[in-house]
C-alpha cells in the first residue's frame, strides 16, 4: 500500500468537457504534487500545493488547476480538454515541499476522445 | 534539452543477465532517484542517492556527482523485473523532480 490513493483510476473525456481528478495524501503530508505523463514520455510537473496554496507551477496552461484540502486530500482541474491531455496523471505527496522522501500515487488514466 | 537523460530507452535481456540503465544530468542537484513504473502506471521509489552506491537485493544504485551521472544495475536479470525504470532528480533550487523519459526493460525467460 503507497498510502496514497488516486481517483479515478480510468476515465474517458470528451474534448471541451471539464475534469476532475482526486488524491488522497499521507496523513501528515502537507505537499501534494501533479504531474502529467504522456504515452512513452517521463512524467512534467504541473504543480505543487503546499498547505493549500500553490508553491510552484511547470509550464502548463491556466486550465490546469489545482486545490488542496485540509484532510490531506487534493484536487487536479482540467477545463476545455483537448485531445494531447490524454496521459497518465500522477500525483505524489510529501511532508514538506524541500522533502526528498515522496510517495507517489498510482494515477489516473484520462483518455479524451 | 532534458535536464535528465536516459539510456537505453528500451531494453530487452534473457533472464539471468546483468543490467545497466544509465542516467545523465545536468543540473546541480540534492538528491537523484530510481523509480519503478509496472504497466497500471504506479511508481515505486527503489533508491534516493546524494554520493556513493547503495544496495537492495539484486538492485545497485551509483551515483558520481562529479560527472553528474547515475547508474541503476541489476543483477540475475527476472522476468518479475519487466518494468519501466525511471531516473529522477531533485534539483538544489525548486521543489519539483526532473524525470527522464524512462527505460523500458523486458527480461525474457
Known amino acids: 500500500e503507497t498510502g496514497v490513493t488516486q481517483s479515478p483510476t480510468h476515465l474517458i473525456k470528451t474534448r471541451g468537457q471539464q475534469v476532475t481528478l482526486r488524491c488522497s495524501s499521507q496523513?501528515?503530508?502537507?505537499?501534494v504534487s501533479w504531474y502529467q505523463q504522456a504515452l512513452g514520455q517521463g512524467p512534467q510537473f504541473i504543480f505543487q500545493?503546499?498547505?493549500?496554496?500553490?508553491?510552484g507551477r511547470g509550464n502548463f496552461p491556466p486550465r490546469f488547476s489545482g486545490l488542496q484540502f485540509p484532510n490531506y486530500s487534493s484536487e487536479l482541474n482540467v477545463n476545455a480538454l483537448e485531445l494531447d491531455d490524454s496521459a497518465l496523471y500522477l500525483c505524489?505527496?510529501?511532508?514538506?515541499?524541500?522533502?526528498?522522501?515522496?510517495?507517489f500515487g498510482s494515477g489516473t488514466r484520462l483518455t479524451v476522445v | 534539452k532534458n535536464e535528465v537523460e536516459q539510456s537505453p530507452q528500451n531494453l530487452t535481456a534473457q533472464e539471468g543477465e546483468f543490467i545497466t540503465i544509465n542516467c545523465s544530468y545536468s543540473?546541480?542537484?540534492?538528491?537523484l532517484h530510481w523509480l519503478q513504473q509496472h504497466p497500471g502506471g504506479g511508481i515505486v521509489s527503489l533508491f534516493m542517492?546524494?554520493?556513493g552506491k547503495k544496495k537492495h537485493g539484486r538492485l545497485i544504485a551509483t551515483i558520481n556527482i562529479q560527472e553528474k551521472h547515475s547508474s541503476l544495475h541489476i543483477t540475475a536479470s527476472h522476468p518479475r523485473d519487466s518494468a519501466v525504470y525511471i531516473c529522477?532528480?531533485?534539483?538544489?533550487?525548486?521543489?519539483?523532480?526532473?524525470f527522464g523519459t524512462g527505460t523500458s526493460l523486458t527480461v525474457i525467460p
Open positions: 500545493y503546499y498547505r493549500e496554496e500553490e508553491n
Open positions: 529522477a532528480a531533485t534539483p538544489n533550487t525548486g521543489n519539483q523532480f526532473y
Open positions: 542517492l546524494s554520493s
Open positions: 496523513s501528515g503530508h502537507n505537499t
Open positions: 543540473v546541480g542537484i540534492s538528491a
Open positions: 505524489a505527496s510529501s511532508s514538506t515541499p524541500g522533502s526528498l522522501g515522496y510517495t
